[in-house]
């Protein structure tokens, strides 16, 4: 699960939408500002609204800004909600007439969404920045401003030195909005370093000085005061992290004194907040409270010390045996493999009833003891190594009964209704734990519980030996109190061709919204990263693409808006064909709006743009592609060059050793087949046969990186093998087609290959629906593979195993996005790229298609990229 996505969740109960929209709790206003935030702007002054902060900048008489330093010493300001009103008028006061830039969060709610558990812990604490002007000004400020910001408090900011004992901290970074290439060929916040060359803004959770830069004198007393805080002198040895978020950080270790393995939970002041307010501190001592109150029903760990560290609290708790019960989905369970034995389904049935048993009676016993756990779901259960006995943990949310509250804390999946109190919550999520054993998809129901019913439809079909009172047990307590809902199927299932397709379109175009700068379709959160509302993968020219190639629909609106935000893109926009302006450029040619996208081009090649990484996704591969599509359909001779260009320098990558990274990527988009799709293409239009030899082997490096799994092939990425169009091994398989098109390998390895692709895309379960990362990229390979082994009749399958995931939005087929919390419209991950899919196999004659993988037999005949 990632938790980047939960405050998303927040503000739209849909889609994923910025956290600053959210309205106050129980309105449709806007949620109140500080008083700060609401003073008349001073003459003299420009400020500007940008994602969370409210920026002052010093203008002069002709309104631009006055020069200040494009990068330097920067000073932050931690702050709780109880004085952040008092330390943004503070700074406010200050700095005004100084006239020195500053900017801060401009709302109570915004500052709870920074410090929250799962917030970034890059950017958790900091509610004010003050940009000075030069090391006497940063000295001067921390001196004046700290005196006056005595006494208050705030989370500790992670990345930052601490000035004294105040809310002040410092960081060393970019100032202005710069730019550069990084050394994994992603485009990354920039500083200038000791010769002016542009080099990554590093921004991890810990203090770093660039090391061009001398630590100012004054700063040196504080660095030695933070590195006087250690771990030597416990009795315990840590020995590995199991688990980081806002609040702090779970980790394995030995008590030193007697050899026994521990648990160490730590906890950060005024961090990890919860819904209700409380911080890390509060919610690690209600888990202390409940675990001792729960001691010796043999369900919880034994509580073993508690003590305090440089502010931070720790609770020391017994080391569990066993796995939790989510890790046990990837190993057991019967649907991810193309034909499931029925054997193996009554066994993953019983041991699935066995251990849901074994959870409420572990509920039961805490119930007893007079605690609510608050906070039930597959993370939080232990499964021991007899694969039936189970241990709760993680109290931090527990609550007595008699309490009768409200959840603070919850995983999406098993999110109660806000009716629900007390032991309800946990009854709810014992309801949810019935379904998700079987399919875990129960994230859905935070978008709509009536889903419940059509769940429990499909798992009575492929789990026939689940009693039928279990899972409609399960359907009415989720439902309880719910309006409407999907019925069996939602309103058309996707195999419904043509009516779903139009029901798609529907949906799509009612989502749209024209009126929004930053996006015109709802998707995935990336969308609201620097100019991600604009591309291929999560933006708005995916969108149009996949309405154009799949539906044959035109949205002049929408066009309109991308022709409109593409004229001077937002700075940092990346380059790339998913990510960035490379895709837009191709898309806008495509529909005829050729002059913008030679423009973007220009501005692209104006970048480093050869040190781009070698990838499809945002890299050279993608470039070169739009590059040599334009100068085909162009004729323009310097767009050809520069294509070549780019063939040649992945040609001479590929040439060198494989680089020795852990964590080396593979697939279609971050993977070495991106470059192979693009040396085929290139092959087809120049006939030069060594970019075919390098196609093959890039598309070696790939099938390196994949092992076998239950007769399929996918890709290894350690903690997990992945299937799929985008990261995974189907992406792979989409450019062995067309290298086997033109070419032959002696070795036979890719023809195997591929029908183990294949294999890996029959799988009966693939837990999300999107193009990239779920069952319809599945659907999308398996309907254009050459392979001789490809069945329509296992194809059909899949498509109506993507009514499964079926959503309804306002009467029409939608598909939920990544993580599966809110509902997607976008390619890469929503109903966009669903639509393209289901396009593809069911109306071949649509030609529809990803960019540069067109049918097979028309990249093979054409002989030119298309």
């Known amino acids: 699960m990632d938790k980047r996505y939960e405050v998303y969740a927040l503000a739209d109960g849909h889609f994923y939408d910025t956290p600053d929209r959210l309205a106050a709790e129980g309105t449709r206003q806007a949620a109140p500002l500080f008083a700060a935030a609401e003073r008349p702007v001073p003459a003299g002054w420009h400020t500007a609204r940008g994602g969370d902060w409210l920026t002052f900048t010093p203008v002069d008489g002709e309104g631009a800004p006055v020069d200040s330093p494009a990068q330097g010493w920067k000073i932050h300001s931690t702050a709780t909600r109880e004085n952040a009103g008092r330390i943004a008028e503070t700074v406010w006061d200050y700095c005004v007439p100084r006239r020195i830039p500053f900017k801060f969060v401009p709302s109570p709610h915004l500052l709870h969404l920074r410090n929250a558990k799962y917030a970034g812990r890059d950017t958790s604490g900091k509610f004010v920045t003050v940009y000075p002007a030069d090391e006497g000004q940063l000295h001067e400020i921390l001196r004046e401003l700290g005196d006056q910001l005595k006494g208050c408090e705030g989370p500790y900011i992670l990345t930052d030195l601490r000035w004294e004992q105040g809310p002040l901290y410092v960081r060393y970074g970019a100032f202005a909005r710069r730019y550069v290439v990084d050394e994994r060929g992603t485009l990354v916040p920039a500083v200038a370093d000791g010769a002016g060359t542009l080099v990554p803004d590093r921004r991890a959770p810990s203090f770093q000085v660039p090391e061009w830069v001398t630590l100012p004198e004054f700063l040196r007393p504080q660095l030695e005061a933070r590195a006087a805080t250690t771990v030597g002198d416990l009795p315990y040895r840590i020995e590995k992290a199991l688990h980081f978020s806002n609040g702090g950080g779970v980790y394995a270790g030995t008590d030193t004194r007697d050899g026994r393995r521990v648990v160490l939970k730590e906890a950060r002041p005024y961090a990890g907040l919860a819904s209700d307010g409380a911080d890390a501190v509060a919610r690690l001592e209600r888990e202390r409270d409940a675990l001792k109150r729960a001691a010796g029903t043999g369900v919880v760990p034994e509580v073993l010390d508690w003590f305090t560290l440089g502010e931070h609290r720790f609770l020391v708790m017994e080391f569990v045996e066993g796995k939790p019960l989510n890790s046990f989905f990837a190993h057991r369970h019967p649907l991810l493999g193309p034909d499931p034995d029925p054997a193996e389904v009554r066994d993953y049935t019983a041991w699935a009833l066995r251990v849901h048993r074994a959870v409420e009676r572990a509920v039961e016993q805490i119930h007893e003891?007079?605690?609510?756990?608050?906070?039930?779901?597959?993370?939080?259960?232990?499964?021991?190594?007899?694969?039936?006995?189970?241990?709760?943990?993680?109290?931090?949310?527990?609550?007595?009964?008699?309490?009768?509250?409200?959840?603070?804390?919850?995983?999406?999946?098993?999110?109660?209704?806000?009716?629900?109190?007390?032991?309800?919550?946990?009854?709810?999520?014992?309801?949810?734990?019935?379904?998700?054993?079987?399919?875990?998809?129960?994230?859905?129901?935070?978008?709509?519980?009536?889903?419940?019913?059509?769940?429990?439809?499909?798992?009575?079909?492929?789990?026939?030996?689940?009693?039928?009172?279990?899972?409609?047990?399960?359907?009415?307590?989720?439902?309880?109190?719910?309006?409407?809902?999907?019925?069996?199927?939602?309103?058309?299932?996707?195999?419904?061709?043509?009516?779903?397709?139009?029901?798609?379109?529907?949906?799509?175009?009612?989502?749209?919204?024209?009126?929004?700068?930053?996006?015109?379709?709802?998707?995935?959160?990336?969308?609201?990263?620097?100019?991600?509302?604009?591309?291929?993968?999560?933006?708005?020219?995916?969108?149009?693409?996949?309405?154009?190639?799949?539906?044959?629909?035109?949205?002049?609106?929408?066009?309109?808006?991308?022709?409109?935000?593409?004229?001077?893109?937002?700075?940092?926009?990346?380059?790339?064909?998913?990510?960035?302006?490379?895709?837009?450029?191709?898309?806008?040619?495509?529909?005829?709006?050729?002059?913008?996208?030679?423009?973007?081009?220009?501005?692209?090649?104006?970048?480093?743009?050869?040190?781009?990484?070698?990838?499809?996704?945002?890299?050279?591969?993608?470039?070169?592609?739009?590059?040599?599509?334009?100068?085909?359909?162009?004729?323009?001779?310097?767009?050809?060059?520069?294509?070549?260009?780019?063939?040649?320098?992945?040609?001479?990558?590929?040439?060198?050793?494989?680089?020795?990274?852990?964590?080396?990527?593979?697939?279609?988009?971050?993977?070495?087949?991106?470059?192979?799709?693009?040396?085929?293409?290139?092959?087809?239009?120049?006939?030069?046969?060594?970019?075919?030899?390098?196609?093959?082997?890039?598309?070696?490096?790939?099938?390196?990186?994949?092992?076998?799994?239950?007769?399929?092939?996918?890709?290894?990425?350690?903690?997990?093998?992945?299937?799929?169009?985008?990261?995974?091994?189907?992406?792979?398989?989409?450019?062995?087609?067309?290298?086997?098109?033109?070419?032959?390998?002696?070795?036979?390895?890719?023809?195997?290959?591929?029908?183990?692709?294949?294999?890996?895309?029959?799988?009966?379960?693939?837990?999300?629906?999107?193009?990239?990362?779920?069952?319809?990229?599945?659907?999308?390979?398996?309907?254009?593979?050459?392979?001789?082994?490809?069945?329509?009749?296992?194809?059909?399958?899949?498509?109506?195993?993507?009514?499964?995931?079926?959503?309804?939005?306002?009467?029409?087929?939608?598909?939920?996005?990544?993580?599966?919390?809110?509902?997607?419209?976008?390619?890469?991950?929503?109903?966009?790229?669903?639509?393209?899919?289901?396009?593809?196999?069911?109306?071949?004659?649509?030609?529809?298609?990803?960019?540069?993988?067109?049918?097979?037999?028309?990249?093979?005949?054409?002989?030119?990229?298309?």
């Open 369 to 866: 003891r007079g605690i609510v756990f608050n906070d039930l779901h597959v993370f939080n259960i232990m499964v021991a190594p007899d694969d039936e006995s189970v241990t709760l943990i993680d109290f931090e949310a527990a609550a007595p009964v008699e309490e009768n509250g409200r959840q603070t804390v919850a995983h999406p999946g098993f999110f109660a209704p806000p009716d629900r109190r007390g032991t309800d919550v946990d009854r709810y999520a014992l309801a949810c734990l019935r379904l998700a054993l079987f399919l875990p998809v129960t994230t859905l129901f935070v978008v709509d519980r009536g889903k419940a019913a059509h769940l429990a439809d499909v798992i009575a079909e492929e789990f026939p030996d689940v009693p039928r009172a279990f899972l409609d047990e399960a359907v009415a307590e989720i439902t309880r109190g719910a309006r409407g809902g999907l019925g069996p199927a939602g309103p058309v299932r996707p195999g419904d061709w043509p009516d779903s397709r139009d029901s798609m379109v529907k949906a799509i175009l009612a989502s749209a919204t024209p009126h929004r700068d930053d996006r015109l379709f709802p998707g995935d959160i990336a969308q609201f990263g620097d100019g991600g509302g604009l591309g291929l993968a999560h933006g708005a020219a995916g969108v149009l693409y996949a309405l154009e190639q799949g539906a044959g629909q035109r949205y002049e609106e929408g066009e309109r808006w991308l022709l409109d935000r593409t004229a001077t893109p937002p700075p940092g926009t990346p380059l790339g064909l998913y990510d960035g302006l490379a895709g837009v450029a191709h898309v806008l040619a495509g529909l005829g709006h050729r002059d913008r996208a030679l423009d973007l081009i220009t501005g692209i090649l104006r970048e480093n743009w050869q040190n781009l990484s070698s990838d499809l996704n945002g890299g050279l591969a993608g470039l070169g592609l739009v590059l040599g599509d334009l100068a085909r359909t162009t004729g323009e001779r310097d767009l050809a060059a520069r294509a070549a260009e780019a063939a040649d320098i992945l040609v001479q990558r590929l040439a060198e050793p494989v680089p020795d990274q852990p964590r080396q990527r593979a697939g279609l988009l971050r993977g070495a087949s991106g470059p192979a799709l693009f040396l085929v293409r290139w092959f087809e239009q120049t006939g030069d046969r060594r970019y075919l030899e390098a196609a093959a082997e890039a598309l070696r490096r790939d099938l390196d990186r994949c092992v076998e799994r239950d007769g399929g092939l996918e890709v290894d990425e350690g903690w997990r093998t992945l299937p799929y169009l985008g990261d995974g091994s189907a992406g792979i398989g989409l450019v062995l087609d067309d290298w086997l098109a033109h070419g032959t390998d002696d070795t036979g390895r890719f023809e195997a290959a591929r029908t183990a692709i294949l294999t890996a895309s029959h799988s009966r379960f693939y837990a999300q629906p999107g193009l990239f990362q779920g069952r319809a990229g599945m659907i999308l390979h398996l309907g254009r593979t050459t392979a001789p082994a490809a069945d329509p009749a296992r194809t059909a399958r899949q498509i109506d195993g993507l009514g499964w995931l079926a959503m309804d939005y306002q009467g029409q087929l939608a598909f939920p996005g990544h993580q599966m919390m809110r509902l997607s419209m976008d390619l890469a991950t929503g109903t966009a790229g669903c639509l393209l899919a289901l396009a593809s196999v069911l109306e071949p004659e649509s030609g529809a298609r990803l960019p540069f993988l067109p049918p097979p037999s028309a990249a093979t005949t054409r002989g030119r990229v298309t």
